[in-house]
């Protein structure tokens, strides 16, 4: 059973910054491209930002040059780095792996994200 583990979400004042993580197998992290979803209530779960296996990133517009994905293959964790947050990045965050060999998209439990105002 493939496991993502996520952690980092937590409250945050906007302009703050949050860093969540995403621990993955090792096949999973090496074969898999990486990402993160978010999901806010009653709204459709949207991307945010993916990391291919050799470090090529896609960011959803709204997020760019506020959020940071990131690999670090000596801990099989994928990283999102929040800065300059803002209330309506208030979400449930969500860790993926797609495009693996032979399965997935995998997903992690989600983290709760609170941005206050």
């Known amino acids: 059973q493939v496991q993502l583990v996520e952690s980092g979400g937590g409250s945050v004042q906007a302009g703050g910054s949050l860093k969540l993580s995403c621990a993955a197998s090792?096949?999973?992290?090496?074969?898999?491209?990486m990402g993160w979803y978010r999901q806010a209530p009653g709204k459709e779960r949207e991307l945010v930002s993916l990391?291919?296996?050799?470090?090529?990133?896609f960011d959803l517009d709204s997020v760019t040059g506020r959020f940071t994905i990131a690999r670090d293959s000596s801990k099989d964790t994928v990283y999102l780095q929040m800065n300059s947050l803002k209330t309506e990045d208030t979400a449930v965050y969500y860790c993926?792996?797609?495009?693996?060999?032979?399965?997935?998209?995998?997903w992690g439990q989600g983290t709760q994200v609170t941005v206050a105002s």
């Open positions: 993926v792996a797609d495009r693996c060999p032979g399965g997935g998209p995998y």
């Open positions: 090792r096949f999973i992290f090496s074969s898999c491209r």
């Open positions: 990391i291919s296996t050799i470090g090529m990133s």
